[in-house]
């Protein structure tokens, strides 16, 4: 066997640890490409990265905002991870306090920036539209485009005939987040789906005779009636109570809703509005519920407190006074209601 000189040997145990000190260079050199821009800055910064953009277009926006330290870098992690061919178009925040590995996964997952909204319980469809065109989510005509198409939900097919709109009462109030370019069916889609979601978790079970369209008409009314929650119960067994006994209704917010505007005095002449929801001239419920009620107003509407009250009359501070004979109760609207 030929031997290896000792100068040969020597060079090549140079060369060795060169090549092991270069290869160790670069790696930690990496490794420092993937660290923050700047730990301190957490300012945001809004980026956009086009349909159809590869990794090379994506690390370029990204370098052109001082986001990552390297685009080589960045093109190096993507591929050995497999996320170059999962980065994802849209519109992005991110700080330079971020490493570009969070940068990336952000990306790859599809973290984009949301949009967050919160629908108060007792909303109609027609506020939920006006309230998502003022926070320039969807514009108005697109909602009521939307709110108008079927949905495929078992609990809208008792829906009848002669409804202002098929989804009152169904367009479930709750904080929404969204991606900035969702459409306004897609929001629609969302609000049932978190009713269908809610209700079978948590009502389905107390529904005994009455079917999801009855109780949600009912909560709708009482979100509707009920300032102070304490008398959410109380006034859905008033609503039982008539119900029982074949007496109207006489819910001053039905008829609001049939006028389609809201005022603080119902008048006589309000009364007379001919219209399915008007529970001062039709017997039972109205055709259907009024506005979209919370977890609460549903709570009520299946257990309505035991009572003999058949009356109420608003005191004027958001609490009402109840009444047990039609005679007592006029003497209620006497005292508290307005000449």
Not at 93 to 98: A, G, L, N, T
Not at 177 to 183: A, L, M, R, S
Not at 258 to 277: C, F, M, N, Q, W
Request: charged fraction near 30%.
């Amino acid at each position: 066997m030929k031997q290896v000189s000792p100068k040969k040997g020597t060079l090549i145990l140079i060369l060795a640890v060169l090549l092991t000190g270069c290869i160790s260079g670069y790696f930690y050199w990496l490794k420092l490409q993937y660290m923050p821009v700047d730990l301190n800055d957490k300012r945001y910064i809004d980026i956009y990265i086009p349909e159809n953009s590869t990794a090379r277009d994506i690390a370029k926006i990204l370098s052109d905002n001082n986001l990552i330290r390297s685009e080589k870098a960045f093109l190096y992690y993507c591929k050995k991870t497999g996320y170059d061919a999962k980065l994802q178009a849209g519109h992005f925040r991110f700080s330079r306090s971020q490493s570009l590995k969070e940068i990336v996964q952000d990306i790859a997952e599809g973290k984009t920036v949301f949009i967050s909204f919160t629908v108060p319980e007792g909303y109609t469809v027609e506020q939920i539209g006006q309230l998502l065109a003022e926070k320039g989510i969807c514009r108005k005509e697109d909602w009521d485009e939307a709110v108008r198409k079927e949905y495929n939900y078992e609990f809208l097919k008792d829906v009848p005939q002669g409804v202002k709109n098929p989804l009152e009462g169904f367009l479930f109030p709750d904080t929404y987040q969204v991606d900035e370019n969702v459409t306004a069916e897609k929001i629609v889609d969302l609000m049932l789906a978190n009713f269908d979601k809610v209700f079978r978790e948590n009502f389905a079970s107390e529904l005994e005779n009455h079917s999801i369209y009855e109780i949600i008409t009912i909560a709708s009314m009482i979100e509707r009636e009920a300032a102070i929650p304490e008398e959410r119960k109380r006034i859905s067994g008033v609503i039982a109570n008539r119900l029982k006994k074949g007496m109207p209704l006489q819910v001053d917010a039905t008829v609001l809703y049939a006028l389609g505007k809201h005022k603080e005095v119902v008048t006589r002449k309000d009364l007379k509005i001919d219209s399915p929801y008007n529970t001062y001239k039709i017997s039972g419920l109205p055709i259907g519920p009024i506005a979209c009620p919370g977890k609460e107003a549903i709570r009520a509407a299946l257990n309505p407190e035991k009572h003999d009250y058949l009356y109420y009359v608003a005191r004027g501070d958001g609490s009402h006074y109840f009444s047990k004979t039609h005679e007592e109760h006029l003497q209620a609207i006497k005292r508290y209601q307005k000449p």
